[in-house]
């Protein structure tokens, strides 16, 4: 007779509820459009994985123009550029790996989730049902194939939250390395995307200082910080550098007025309200699902459903974690 899995991970990830939802991720990627690559970015990651590796870990690229100071590569050095690489070398089609990728971005997330609404408290469906809510959120479609890096932070926020909560409630450094493993990997790309995620957990430190918890709560805080800083230096001296030396991208493509303009708080509600998402130009949105979550009566009602759904049960239900919930809304 067959004994119990021996590591309590590989038990977790042979749940009935995480291999449909690997089925159903995977599945769904793995069968839109197959044999096309999307045009996401950096498209040496599918044309030479390896030669655009080599290149990443230099602040100087040669190789365009008469030289240049690349925007953003330094943080292509790990983990997505050691993945695509490692992939072409197993002789896997471009098409395939990149929705193995696209697949383990929301995989991750979903994932994530779970495991902090079961760390909160909740039973194994309602807290299913709460990452199926957060792992298939239309969040995704401003990035997916098009910018899909900054999905890492996106995939790495639950995460943080609950080993931030970890590490507030114990004396240990154990949460606090594992949020500086998740931060090494979300982290390179985009530091205001990762700013942005560190919102949350800062929150809950807040609410435990509130709470009258300030000792271990900050205590927590700062073993997670110190962590945090020397796992971000590699990155955060490069983009320093490329902001200073490279083209100005964020004053040509990204002004304040651009960001903006489609920020409100309905659309972030709904998940979206990401300026790329509603990008157009006189042939119409440069996202096709953008169209139906801006006119499209149907869409935009459903869109708007789980979010009314889970304001009133914020009302109604009685979840000793309710109020730190309530505080993200409004925060967003």
């Known amino acids: 007779m067959a004994g119990p899995l021996p ?6 990830l042979c749940k009935p509820e995480t291999v449909l939802a690997a089925v159903g991720v ?5 069968l839109s459009s197959p044999g096309r690559v999307s ?34 590569h330094l943080g292509y050095a790990f983990p997505v550029a050691p993945l695509f690489w490692a992939l072409d070398a197993l002789g896997l089609p471009d098409w395939v790996a990149q929705r193995l990728w696209l697949g383990t971005l929301t995989f991750v997330a979903l994932l994530g989730a779970r495991w902090l609404f079961l760390h909160l408290g909740l039973g194994r469906v309602a807290a299913f ?21 900054l999905l890492l932070p996106w995939a790495a926020l639950p995460w943080l939250v609950g080993l931030t909560m970890r590490a507030t409630r114990e004396r240990s450094w154990r949460a606090p390395a594992l949020a500086g493993l998740v ?35 900050l205590a927590g805080a700062g073993r997670v910080a110190i962590l945090a800083v020397g796992v971000s230096v590699w990155w955060l001296v490069g983009v320093r550098l490329q902001g200073a030396y490279g083209l100005p991208v964020l004053q040509l493509t990204e002004n304040l007025r651009t960001v903006a303009e489609r920020s409100l708080p309905g659309d972030v509600l709904r998940g979206l309200g990401n300026w790329f998402f509603y990008g157009r130009d006189p ?17 935009v009602a459903l869109s708007y459903a789980v979010p009314v759904v889970a304001l009133v049960a914020a009302l109604l239900v009685r979840w000793a974690h309710r109020a730190y919930f309530v505080v993200l809304v409004l925060v967003g």
């Not at 995307?193 to 609410?207: C, D, H, I």
């Open 7 to 12: 590591w309590p991970v590989v038990r977790r």
């Open 26 to 30: 995977y599945g769904s990627f793995l």
């Open 39 to 72: 045009a996401d970015s950096k498209q040496y990651l599918y044309l030479d994985p390896g030669a655009f590796l080599a290149r990443t870990v230099e602040l100087w690229d040669p190789s365009i123009g008469a030289g240049t100071v690349p925007h953003q």
């Open 129 to 149: 049902a709460g990452a199926l809510v957060y792992g298939l959120s239309p969040y995704q479609l401003a990035f997916t194939a098009r910018i899909s890096v």
């Open 183 to 217: 931060l090494l990997l979300a982290g390179g790309i985009n530091a205001s995307s990762l700013l942005l995620v560190g919102l949350a957990p800062l929150l809950w430190v807040a609410l435990e200082v509130g709470r009258g918890r300030a000792a271990p709560a």
């Open 283 to 299: 042939s119409g949105f440069s996202i096709d699902q953008a169209a139906d979550y801006d006119s499209h009566g149907l869409v």
